[in-house]
C-alpha cells in the first residue's frame, strides 16, 4: 500500500497590533486558532521592562517563546534561565511560572498550544497603530478592570500567586 503525504501551505498575514491595557507591550498576531484549527496560536511580542505578569499557571496550554531582540530571565518550576536572542524556552501547562523583562526592550514570538489563550489577550488589548510602546500603568486598574480580569482568569483557566 502507498502513503500519500499532502503538505498544506498558508501563508498568514499577521494582524494589526495590540497593546495591552496596562501598557508596557504590544502583540501581533501572526496565526490564531481560527486559522490554524485551534491546534496553535503565535504572536510577536514587543515589550519594555515593568510590563511582566506575576507568577502563574495555565491549566488549558503550553507556551513557548524564542527570543528575538533583549533579554528575559524565565522562572519555571524550580528551574532559572536568563533568555538570550535565538533561545527558545518552553513553560508547560500545569507548572508555575513567570518573566522578567531583563534588557530596556524585547520582542519575541510566543506560541500557544493548543490555541484559544488569544481570546483572552483580544479582550485585555486595544488596537495598536504606533511603533511606540506604551509604558506600564502607574496606578493599579479600576476595580471594575479588575473584576473583569478575575472573569477572564476563571473563563482561561489562569491562576496567578502573589
Known amino acids: 500500500m502507498e502513503h500519500h503525504l499532502q503538505t498544506f501551505i498558508h501563508r498568514f ?39 511582566e505578569p506575576p507568577p502563574h499557571v495555565h491549566l488549558h496550554e503550553d507556551e513557548t517563546y524564542y527570543l528575538l531582540e533583549g533579554e528575559m530571565l524565565f522562572r519555571v518550576g524550580d528551574a532559572e534561565i536568563t533568555g ?19 534588557s530596556p526592550r524585547f520582542r519575541c514570538l510566543v506560541g500557544i498550544y493548543p490555541a484559544g489563550l488569544e481570546n483572552y489577550f483580544e479582550a485585555l488589548t486595544i488596537p495598536h497603530t504606533s511603533d511606540e510602546i506604551p509604558p506600564p500603568a502607574s496606578t493599579p486598574p479600576p476595580p471594575e478592570a479588575l473584576e473583569m480580569m478575575k472573569k477572564l482568569d476563571a473563563q482561561f483557566g489562569i491562576t496567578y500567586f502573589p
Do not use: C, Y
Not at 86 to 98: A, I, K, M, N, W
Open 13 to 51: 498575514e499577521p494582524s494589526g497590533s495590540r497593546a495591552l491595557l496596562s501598557g508596557g507591550a504590544v502583540l501581533t498576531w501572526l496565526a490564531t486558532g481560527k486559522e490554524t484549527g485551534g491546534q496553535f496560536a503565535l504572536f510577536e511580542a514587543r515589550g519594555i521592562q515593568g510590563m
Open 84 to 102: 538570550k536572542p535565538g533561545d527558545f524556552v518552553f513553560l508547560p501547562r500545569l507548572v508555575r511560572h513567570e518573566f522578567k523583562v531583563l
